[in-house]
């Protein structure tokens, strides 16, 4: 707690307001959905390309939709604030999680998800001009690979990293969620890079850089 | 070759131990407020760097709530 961005004595009101019967408790529930409200409208906004084919009183509507949900996770949660950050920190992550999966799911509506064939040319379809003759193998082996992967695997590796489907699209799509599927594309990840080590390709790490 | 080893990033992810996506968005405020104000945000939450590397709707909402608190003067 030495941060002067950690919880400071003016974040208690805010759960104790939330939780007061009457007007007050009303007014402050009132104040947290105009914060909410102001979050989705900086997530839509800042996804205006995606959405470029809604009209403005649809973009403003997506974001009303995102405040009222997040308002009603927030109030669910309240219990769960430990206050490790300051309250309205805390509150904002799930109006922007709101809005960038309505955005998202919006933006995909009406499209077929690609699966696997445009994934499999990313993969493989460069010529060999551009690619040396170490990574040519090491992409052959990759193909290998990934086809031996279960149905599901396969099918979330190749959308989310190779055809650019969002998780929350492809969660939507195949009833489940983001943190389901994304256990799927771990473990997928893993099955593959321990395949290419015992191939005796060396796979540096990433994600620290 | 910079092509290839982006895709390969793509698919074979971080390779390091990382957060679940449930575990990042529990996080993901603190993180935030960590990074912000200069903190040691990835030792103090470690997993966390390489799951926003690995995930990509996690990584966008890191972005959109470090953007927005960081425009608020956090």
């Known amino acids: 707690m030495a941060t002067a961005l950690m919880t400071t004595p003016t974040e208690i009101p805010w759960i104790d307001r939330l939780r007061t019967e009457g007007a007050e408790g009303q007014a402050a529930v009132a104040e947290l959905h105009a914060l909410l409200l102001?979050?989705?409208?900086?997530?839509?906004?800042?996804?205006?390309?995606?959405?470029?084919?809604?009209?403005?009183?649809?973009?403003?509507?997506?974001?009303?939709?995102?405040?009222?949900?997040?308002?009603?996770?927030?109030?669910?949660?309240?219990?769960?604030?430990?206050?490790?950050?300051?309250?309205?920190?805390?509150?904002?992550?799930?109006?922007?999680?709101?809005?960038?999966?309505?955005?998202?799911?919006?933006?995909?509506?009406?499209?077929?998800?690609?699966?696997?064939?445009?994934?499999?040319?990313?993969?493989?379809?460069?010529?060999?001009?551009?690619r040396s003759a170490e990574n040519a193998e090491l992409f052959a082996a990759l193909h290998e690979e990934i086809e031996r992967l279960g149905a599901r695997q396969r099918e979330v590796l190749i959308a989310v990293t190779l055809n650019g489907v969002p998780i929350d699209v492809l969660a939507e799509r195949l009833g489940s969620s983001r943190g389901a599927l994304y256990?799927?594309?771990?473990?997928?990840?893993?099955?593959?890079?321990?395949?290419?080590?015992?191939?005796?390709?060396?796979?540096?790490?990433?994600?620290?850089? | 070759m910079?092509?290839?080893n982006e895709i390969l990033?793509?698919?074979?992810?971080?390779g390091a131990p990382e957060l679940t996506c449930e575990q990042c968005f529990d996080e993901l405020d603190r993180y935030v407020e960590l990074v912000l104000a200069g903190e040691r945000a990835d030792e103090r939450i470690p997993g966390m760097r390489a799951h926003l590397a690995g995930c990509p709707a996690c990584a966008e909402d890191f972005r959109s709530l470090h953007d927005l608190v960081s425009r608020e003067g956090g």
Do not use: C
């Open chain 1, 183 to 209: 256990k799927n594309l771990h473990d997928a990840r893993r099955k593959l890079r321990e395949a290419l080590a015992a191939r005796g390709f060396r796979v540096e790490e990433g994600g620290e850089g």
């Open chain 2, 9 to 14: 990033g793509r698919v074979l992810g971080p």
């Open chain 1, 38 to 130: 102001k979050a989705a409208r900086f997530e839509v906004g800042r996804r205006g390309a995606e959405l470029a084919h809604l009209r403005g009183g649809d973009q403003e509507d997506l974001a009303q939709q995102a405040a009222d949900d997040a308002l009603m996770a927030v109030l669910r949660k309240l219990d769960e604030f430990r206050g490790e950050s300051r309250f309205t920190t805390w509150a904002y992550k799930f109006a922007l999680l709101e809005a960038a999966v309505k955005v998202r799911r919006r933006a995909w509506q009406g499209r077929e998800i690609p699966l696997a064939d445009e994934g499999w040319e990313t993969l493989a379809d460069r010529s060999s001009a551009d």
């Open chain 2, 2 to 4: 910079a092509k290839d």
